[in-house]
Nanobody
Framework: QVQLMESGGGLVQAGGSLRLSCAAS????????MGWYRQTPGKQRELVAT???????NYADSVKGRFTISRDNAKNTVYLQMNSLKPEDTAVYYC?????????WGQGTQVTVSS
């Protein structure tokens, strides 16, 4: 079993910043990719950013230049620094951890950006 503890969501005005954290614990030998996805009602979950164990980082075009993903491998934790937030960034953000043989999702944290 793997547990993912997300934190950092909330309500912020447009132009503001938030930092999401996701700490993985449990039966973990190694983590390949850690990342963040988001979902709004009626839409499919979409990739926001991912970071591989080898340091490869990928961002959705909509967040490039505004969001920064980082990992602390010693703590099995992934962060998402979100700056210059826009109302269209409003969504439930989900942490994702790929162990190679298994993929785990966090419970989601709400991010709301007011205009």
């Amino acid at each position: 079993q793997v547990q993912l503890m997300e934190s950092g969501g909330g309500l912020v005005q447009a132009g503001g910043s938030l930092r999401l954290s996701c700490a993985a614990s449990g039966s973990i030998f190694s983590i390949n990719t850690m990342g963040w996805y988001r979902q709004t009602p009626g839409k499919q979950r979409e990739l926001v950013a991912t970071a591989t164990s080898g340091g490869r980082i990928n961002y959705a075009d909509s967040v490039k230049g505004r969001f920064t993903i980082s990992r602390d491998n010693a703590k099995n934790t992934v962060y998402l620094q979100m700056n210059s937030l826009k109302p269209e960034d409003t969504a439930v953000y989900y942490c994702n951890v790929d162990l190679g043989s298994e993929v785990w999702w966090g419970q989601g944290t709400q991010v709301t950006v007011s205009s």
